[in-house]
């Protein structure tokens, strides 16, 4: 390295040359960074998913999720198995090492679900293996709303506004919550199926057999070809009473003649309330490895030209926004990381009392991590509160560096009287070995941290990479460009181009150690290092009193996997009695909703039941909104721990009312 220096103070387009390509790579690479929360993390979780309509939850078991379960078992690698039976669906979630490839894991699992398709149930559906992608998460929550039925409220939202966002880039899936789809309903007079001996199977079959388009081949018209279909899709609901599903002797049993045929909606099976009213929720998810940020600010934008599109009455709201509490946590952060490099500048300045030493150091702060951007895009890295936690703690190692080649290349210009250009040779090479040391005692503690294992090195593994990178371009930098410039920029002592500041606050018969500011801190320390020599039983004991205070300070102070944020909102999850309606699940949650309205700070209540592929209508979820933290008093902690109390409060009066008529017991869980 210290021939590299030599180089460099000689030829300086070299050194800039080299420290600019990694500033340029670097500059480019933070404009395709994606920002995101947390980073990204693959866990090899794969999930088996069965839907087989109307089967019970024992038949679900038997027939579907042994056989599953069974099959899957084989697979090596595994480090749990378990399952959910429910009402027509099925799902078995296999969990396995760390060290297992995800992309692998689900591969073998399709392997083998395919060997045993044939022997589920006919009336099941083909199975869906997935993974599971944390990264895939939803980002935006819109609430639609209108004076008119529900159905025509979801049919908007669906064809209007769903297939709108669908199409950003970025988006992966949109789900519709608390709608109810169009639907024809056939209702039978179960008298008049017997009178004309009539089953149920056999109208369904009727319905099914004489409402459909079926191909019909081609005819050729001289030099023309046409094709051919027949045309039996019915149009107008009313003429399903007219479609045949039998005949007594000469006469030809209708529909109108057991029943009627209804344009209706689908039996509600989820439902979502906004603030106690009805509505229709979109989830939008961003697909895995998107810009959470650019993601949301897409769909609002999106959002903003469907509304000027929609009906009279119609009324669209972004009820939770993921993206507002990272663009703060980035912002924040990023902030944090100017300020320090401006303070790591002045004390800079105050110590060398030089502009000129004062940019030659403090360019390694910039140039340094600029540079770290274009590895963070080569390893797929986003800028989350992971990485811009690096950045901003790397702020004041880049410079150390820096400095201290500035120091002896100073020194040997201001003590030994060598010319600038010989003294950046001179001087980088006596303390290069040192630097060099170092700086890999820095990397020997940051990089192992990039390959750790388990679920905490999946986490940190950006941070101790981010770090490393950092610390080896200001090693590159303190050897390249500091040098050159030094030799440059900085100038004797009684030069006469020297900066007139430094004239008055440095006599000319002094060196820098001698300055008004320097000394005292030259003398408190001196006294200082005299006594310390003098009692060296003491300061080995106070070392080791230090150490030993280690262990209980470590096991006093609070752990946690993440930190506690105030992100303006929570989620409370209720579970009613399992056979508990969709009404009598939405009342319950209601209850409790009316409740967290009432405290202080909270803006609006999202209430949605029967979610997810399960569709549970036991299952309730009541998402809070709270002003921004700056407009009210309590912390959301403090409003949560608020709410668990008035859950437990509604949580006893149910329980007190259902062991009057039945032993119920109500199960409650708060995230």
């Not at 939202?157 to 988006?171: P, T, Y």
């Not at 018209?221 to 094709?227: D, F, I, K």
């Not at 009805?278 to 030209?305: F, Y």
């Not at 096991?555 to 999850?573: H, R, S, T, W, Y």
């Amino acid at each position: 390295m210290q021939k590299l220096a030599e180089i460099c103070v000689r030829r300086p387009v070299f050194a800039t040359m080299l420290i600019l390509s990694l500033t340029v790579v670097g500059l480019f690479s933070y404009k395709s960074l994606g920002v995101d929360l947390f980073p990204k993390i693959d866990l090899p979780t794969i999930t088996v998913t069965v839907v087989n309509p109307g089967a019970s939850p024992q038949e679900v078991e038997t027939e579907i999720t042994d056989k599953v379960e069974g099959a899957v078992n084989t697979v090596s690698g595994i480090d749990e198995l378990r399952s959910t039976s429910v009402e027509g669906v099925s799902q078995v979630f296999i969990t396995f090492l760390l060290e297992k490839n995800p992309d692998v894991a689900a591969q073998e699992i399709r392997n083998k679900i395919e060997l045993i398709t044939n022997e589920l149930p006919v009336t099941a559906e083909k199975p869906i293996v997935q993974k599971l992608d944390t990264d895939a998460a939803p980002v935006v929550r819109i609430a639609v709303s209108a004076p008119r039925s529900l159905r025509e409220v979801t049919e908007i939202a669906d064809k209007k506004i769903k297939q709108q966002i669908e199409s950003i880039n970025g988006v992966g899936d949109v789900q519709i919550i608390g709608g109810r789809t169009r639907e024809i309903q056939v209702w039978v007079d179960p008298d008049k199926l017997r009178a004309f001996n009539v089953t149920v199977a056999q109208v369904a079959d009727a319905v099914r057999a004489q409402n459909m388009e079926l191909p019909g081949g081609r005819v050729d018209e001289g030099a023309r070809e046409l094709t051919v279909r027949t045309m039996g899709r019915i149009i107008e609901p009313s003429e399903f009473n007219n479609l045949v599903v039998g005949n007594r002797g000469t006469y030809a049993v209708k529909i109108s003649d057991i029943g009627y045929a209804e344009d209706g909606a689908e039996e509600p099976r989820t439902e979502a309330k906004l603030n106690g009213l009805p509505a229709v929720t979109l989830t939008v998810s961003k697909q895995s490895g998107q810009n959470t940020v650019a993601v949301a600010d897409a769909v609002k934008e999106r959002l903003a030209e469907i509304a000027k599109t929609l009906p009279p009455g119609f009324k669209t709201e972004v009820v939770g926004d993921q993206s507002i509490f990272i663009k703060a946590s980035i912002e924040a952060i990023q902030t944090h990381l100017i300020e320090g490099s401006i303070l790591a500048a002045i004390v800079v300045f105050v110590f060398l009392w030089s502009f000129r030493s004062t940019i030659i150091a403090g360019l390694a702060i910039p140039t340094s991590l600029i540079a770290t951007f274009g590895l963070m895009a080569a390893m797929g890295f986003t800028l989350n509160q992971i990485t811009m936690l690096a950045l901003t703690l790397m702020v004041g190692i880049v410079i150390d560096d820096a400095i201290v080649v500035l120091e002896n290349i100073f020194r040997f210009i201001e003590e030994k009287g060598v010319h600038p250009f010989q003294a950046a040779i001179e001087g980088t090479k006596e303390i290069g070995l040192a630097v060099m040391a170092t700086t890999l005692s820095l990397l020997a503690v940051f990089l192992p941290v990039g390959f750790m294992g388990g679920i905490v090195g999946r986490f940190m593994s950006s941070f101790g990479l981010t770090s490393s990178f950092a610390i080896a371009v200001s090693l590159l930098v303190s050897f390249t460009l500091t040098p050159m410039l030094a030799a440059r920029l900085i100038k004797r002592s009684d030069d006469e181009k020297e900066r007139a500041f430094e004239k008055h606050t440095e006599p000319a018969d002094h060196g820098s150690k001698e300055s008004r500011f320097y000394r005292p801190i030259d003398r408190t320390y001196t006294r200082l290092l005299t006594w310390s020599m003098n009692h060296r039983w003491v300061i080995v004991a106070a070392c080791l009193l230090v150490i030993v205070s280690i262990i209980p300070l470590f096991m006093f102070v609070g752990k946690n996997f993440l930190p506690v944020d105030d992100q303006a909102q929570f989620e409370i999850n209720v579970r009613a009695p399992e056979g508990s309606t969709l009404p009598a699940t939405s009342t319950l949650a209601e209850r409790i909703a009316v409740d967290l309205r009432k405290l202080p700070g909270v803006t609006d209540t999202l209430t949605t039941i029967g979610g997810g592929q399960q569709e549970q209508v036991n299952v309730a979820s009541i998402y809070v909104k709270l002003t921004p933290i700056g407009e009210r008093k309590d912390s959301q902690n403090q409003l949560m721990v608020r709410a668990r109390s008035e859950v437990a409060v509604r949580r006893k009066a149910a329980d007190e009312r259902s062991a009057s008529c039945c032993d119920f017991r109500r199960r409650f869980s708060q995230c």
